[in-house]
């Protein structure tokens, strides 16, 4: 079964369920653009999120959030370079800024490889989520693809990011809901 | 003698537009959502029609509202309710309305319709398409709603005090857009010339839910009573929508940097155009002079039963007639007349004053000022950290930005007394104590002043590329971001302590409201209120025959 989201809502679910996996703010927000950028280009971002977090739950060694973001505020890529991280597909919303112009760069694993362009095309297949060495090289541009508008995501992945997501919530308390929202004894006129 | 030059009038600083007292006291304005979306469907002459009627004796059924511009047309999908008085709530925990309401982008098939019907009446708890725009829902005002049916039926006009004391039939709880529960994305809308200044879909979402409510009122009083008399148009259009806000709405401010800045930036751009003018016709006096005399009127016909707005409205008075009688000896003649008439009212007026002021000297100017509304939409795309600044450059950003946050001792109870979360119960944004409340762990990220300073201490004795500092310190990284837009956008930040004991989220939420439009701001504690939207303005059919920019003050 797959669900019909929007993306802002997909890119909403995916900022709380890895600040819910205990990913500090500002990672959560990576995490997000990362995963509806991926799904605009028509790979399965939630499924990657889930299958993150999963591997990695209150933790964060090997995670290609964290690896993309420090790459992209180093603002350079050394060619050649390797990080051995989960679910790479991950690391390739964060590379497109780090080609030259008019070039990309291939991200390649042993069980496939992803090539990004400047202009934000994005093209290859989908990769094992598994924690394996990825290198990052200099190469041509990909074509630019048709754009996704909507999120088609499995029922499997909604759930586990989902519940990584009610993490976020504080449990209902009789305090709260008397106060919390200021309301009075009645809202009615 | 030469004409004195136009001259240039800086924007305000963002130290003195981005704090909470003053943002708890702008006043709606030429640039507000409701307006420009008035004035754009009249200047393109949009037809409006009930397109289908479906409501039964009990006033349950459904009706659909098409609004027809130059390219596309927008249909209101009305679904009308039997609801129990006991199920009537406003808050977000609710679970039932009196009425529900979709936006349905373009004209819907009957399977739309039975589609609707299906998750439209359950709110949060239903799913709607790319095909819808909003989701909203609204209640009654009970007394006025059976004071209005039974007047009607009898043969007689409603009471126009009460109508006064209420202001509307229903009001509204949320208007959900952009992709909320399936809803279309922003995106799917930002490029289309009638949909690209912010909210404009909510907007007439709301306009259509006024004409509905109004047609639907009259419906039941004709069931009551087959003989039963139509309102009176001018006292139909006394009614607004109501709206119901809590503090939902006040995160979104923090949430929306950029967008914000827009807004403010628009408005600002608008004042420092008109304090430039060297002068002033005697047309724009009159102008002027006649919407001064007008929000004396609304501040003395504004009412509140809580205490805060109550001091605010007595200031707002007060502040009126300091200018009605400043304005009777006032130099109108002399050059860049709206600037020193500007400059005179930050020297006498209080907050309330001076922002209701800036309000009514872009009303004279729409020629002038109303372009601004093209430049108050937002591109949120992801922003690039630039981890190449050294911290030197971050901390010196910090200094300027949040420079009352580093004068802040954070380890007193007060300065960090509240702590902004989502309760698992309907996802109802809530404010705790935090000395009383165990929320740590559920705190929402929305102190950026408290968050600066912190980042300031923790960047003490470091050097070097900020990217190094944050593969060390991510848990900064997102407050790194917000300084690095409010450097390109000065007016992205709230320069206040969005935690201390004392601040109060309706400032926050006067601050959007206002920018929607909304009049009668009415808090109900500090962290809910209700507002009137659309009270006085054309109805659609009477648009093209009306001003669409007249009714925002009350008549003269």
Redesign the interface.
């Known amino acids: 079964m797959r669900h019909?989201?929007?993306?802002?809502?997909v890119q909403?679910l995916a900022a709380k369920a890895a600040r819910g996996a205990g990913?500090?703010?500002?990672?959560s927000?990576?995490a997000a653009?990362a995963v509806r950028?991926l799904i605009e280009r028509g790979f399965d971002g939630a499924g990657a999120l889930a299958a993150l977090l999963q591997a990695t739950d209150g933790g964060?060694d090997g995670c290609p959030i964290?690896a993309g973001?420090?790459l992209?505020?180093?603002?350079a890529l050394t060619d050649g370079v390797q990080v051995t991280v989960h679910c790479p597909l991950l690391l390739a919303p964060f590379l497109g800024?780090l080609a030259p112009s008019d070039a990309g760069v291939l991200l390649s694993t042993d069980a496939g490889d992803v090539r990004v362009g400047a202009d934000g095309a994005c093209e290859g297949r989908a990769l094992s989520h598994a924690l394996g060495e990825v290198r990052l090289t200099h190469c041509a541009a990909p074509e630019q693809g048709a754009r996704m508008?909507?999120a088609e995501v499995a029922d499997q992945a909604l759930q586990v990011l989902l519940e990584f997501a009610?993490r976020?919530?504080?449990?209902?308390t009789e305090?709260?809901?008397a106060?919390?929202?200021?309301?009075?004894v009645t809202?009615?006129? | 003698m030469k004409a004195p030059a136009h001259k240039s009038v800086p924007l305000r600083d963002p130290q003195v537009v981005m704090k909470l007292a003053r943002m708890g006291c702008f006043h709606q304005s030429r640039l507000s959502f409701m307006r420009i979306l008035l004035r754009r469907m009249k200047d393109e002459a949009w037809q409006f029609a009930c397109a289908d009627w479906a409501v039964d004796a009990r006033g349950v059924g459904h009706a659909v509202y098409s609004a027809e511009g130059p390219e596309r047309t927008y249909s209101l999908v009305a679904f009308a309710h039997d609801l129990p008085?006991e199920a009537?709530?406003?808050?977000?925990?609710a679970t039932a309305w009196d009425a529900t309401f979709a936006l349905f982008d373009g004209v819907p098939e009957a399977a739309d319709i039975e589609r609707l019907r299906g998750n439209v009446p359950k709110q949060e708890a239903g799913r709607v398409?790319?095909r819808e725009l909003t989701l909203s829902r609204a209640?009654r005002?009970?007394?006025l709603w059976d004071h209005v049916v039974g007047r009607l039926a009898d043969g007689r006009q409603p009471d126009l005090d009460l109508v006064e004391s209420?202001g509307y039939l229903m009001r509204t709880t949320a208007v959900y857009g952009?992709?909320?529960?399936?809803?279309?994305?922003?995106?799917?809308i930002a490029d289309r010339p009638e949909l690209s200044a912010p909210f404009q879909a909510e907007m007439l979402t709301v306009y259509l839910i006024r004409a509905f409510v109004l047609d639907l009122v009259e419906h039941m009083a004709r069931s009551r009573n087959a003989d039963a008399v139509p309102l009176d148009p001018a006292l139909r259009r006394r009614f607004g929508i109501g709206n119901?806000t809590?503090?939902g709405m006040a995160p979104f401010l923090m949430n929306h940097p950029r967008l914000i800045h827009n807004w403010i930036a628009a408005r600002e751009w608008a004042l420092a155009e008109v304090r430039g003018l060297a002068q002033a016709t005697g047309e724009d006096v009159d102008v002027f002079r006649g919407y001064a005399a007008r929000a004396e009127r609304n501040a003395q016909e504004w009412q509140s039963e809580h205490p805060i707005q109550q001091a605010k409205l007595a200031e707002l008075r007060a502040d009126m007639a300091a200018l009605s009688e400043h304005l009777e000896r006032f130099d109108f003649a002399a050059p860049h007349p709206w600037d020193r008439l500007w400059r005179w009212g930050e020297g006498a007026l209080g907050l309330e004053g001076q922002e209701q002021l800036a309000a009514l000297l872009l009303e004279p100017y729409g020629a002038i000022v109303d372009t601004a509304a093209h430049c108050m939409a937002a591109d949120e795309g992801?922003v690039?950290?630039?981890?190449?600044r050294d911290v030197a450059d971050i901390r010196a950003l910090i200094e300027a930005v949040h420079p009352d946050a580093l004068a802040t001792n954070w380890d007193a109870p007060e300065e960090q007394a509240r702590v902004w979360?989502?309760?698992?119960?309907k996802?109802?944004?809530?404010?705790?104590e935090r000395a009383e409340?165990d929320?740590e762990a559920?705190a929402q990220?929305l102190c950026p002043a408290r968050d600066a300073a912190a980042l300031h201490a923790a960047l003490a004795g470091e050097s070097g590329?900020?990217?190094e500092f944050?593969?060390r310190h991510?848990?900064?990284?997102?407050?790194?971001?917000r300084l690095q837009i409010a450097e390109a956008h000065p007016y992205a930040e709230v320069r206040d302590n969005t935690t201390h004991a004392d601040m109060a989220?309706i400032d926050l939420l006067r601050a959007k409201l206002s920018f929607f439009g909304a009049t009668r701001f009415d808090p109900?504690?500090?962290?809910?209120l209700r507002i009137t939207m659309f009270q006085n303005a054309p109805f659609p059919h009477e648009l093209a025959a009306l001003d669409p920019d007249d009714w925002s003050y009350p008549a003269p």
């Open positions: 019909d989201l929007s993306l802002g809502e909403s990913r500090p703010h500002g990672m927000e990576e653009f950028w964060a964290a973001a420090a992209s505020d180093a603002g800024g508008r909507r009610a976020t919530y504080a449990p209902a305090e709260s809901r106060k919390g929202a200021g309301a009075g809202d009615n006129d | 008085p009537r709530s406003d808050r977000v925990i398409s790319a209640n005002s009970v007394r209420v952009s992709a909320k529960f399936g809803a279309a994305d922003r995106a799917e119901s809590g503090l992801p690039r950290i630039d981890g190449a979360y989502v309760s698992a119960e996802l109802e944004p809530r404010l705790g409340e929320l559920y990220p590329p900020v990217a944050l593969l991510p848990e900064h990284r997102h407050t790194v971001r989220p109900r504690s500090d962290r809910w």
